[in-house]
């Protein structure tokens, strides 16, 4: 039953515009009010629950994004090093290197796509889940995220702060050049033998 009233809650609260600052409008006072009579005398106890969860859960989604990263780097630098021993080994390998390496080059180039398009579907998850955080921070006594946010652009040194998904975006971009030189050596070898 209060599971039921809370979602219900919720959708008061997402149908809401919720400033992102420390003090509270008087709307945003009656809607906190009506959450809080609708939900019962466990609203803080539970919402403070909530907000633990759901911090955790953005920290695991950071975590994840840190995990295929370096799966993706490992992939990578151990397609390369296949190639220098398949290419400098002509016992191992004895048909045309042209057409394998063209093969590693596509492989090494899909990699580093993927890897880029993971990179921004964890950027789009993690910005709607601290969106959501902040959201909660609202009903709480003080908004640690958004304040941090806030102390971070006030300071006159954030001109050189860099995002890490910022920095993170070209990681599969530099990892790309090698095989992209690759496909077109590849290709003039295949052209021209």
């Known amino acids: 039953m209060q599971n039921k009233q809370f979602d219900n809650g919720v959708e008061v609260t997402s149908e809401q515009s919720t400033p992102s600052c420390v003090g509270t409008n008087s709307a945003n006072k009656d809607i906190d009010i009506s959450l809080k ?16 969860l759901y911090v ?16 993706y780097i490992s992939i990578l630098s151990a397609l390369l090093a296949l190639l220098s021993i398949t290419t400098s080994n002509k016992d ?26 993971n990179i921004n579907s964890y950027k789009q998850l993690n910005s709607l889940k ?31 702060y860099l995002r ?15 095989y992209l030189c690759l496909f077109v050596y590849a290709l003039i070898k295949i052209v021209n033998p």
């Open 92 to 117: 191992l390998f004895q048909g045309p290197q042209s057409f394998v390496l063209l093969t590693v080059a596509i492989l090494g180039l899909c990699l580093c796509f993927a890897w880029a398009a």
């Open 56 to 71: 955790e859960m953005a920290d695991r989604v950071s975590s994840r994004r840190v995990q295929i990263g370096s799966f």
């Open 37 to 52: 009579e609708s939900y019962g005398s466990e609203f803080n106890t539970h919402l403070l629950e909530q907000y633990k």
């Open 164 to 178: 890490l998904t910022s920095v993170e975006q070209y990681i599969p971009i530099i990892i790309a050049i090698p």
């Open 130 to 160: 601290f969106k959501v955080i902040h959201e909660i921070e609202t009903h709480l006594p003080f908004p640690c995220y958004d304040r941090e946010w806030k102390v971070l652009k006030e300071d006159k040194h954030s001109k050189r």
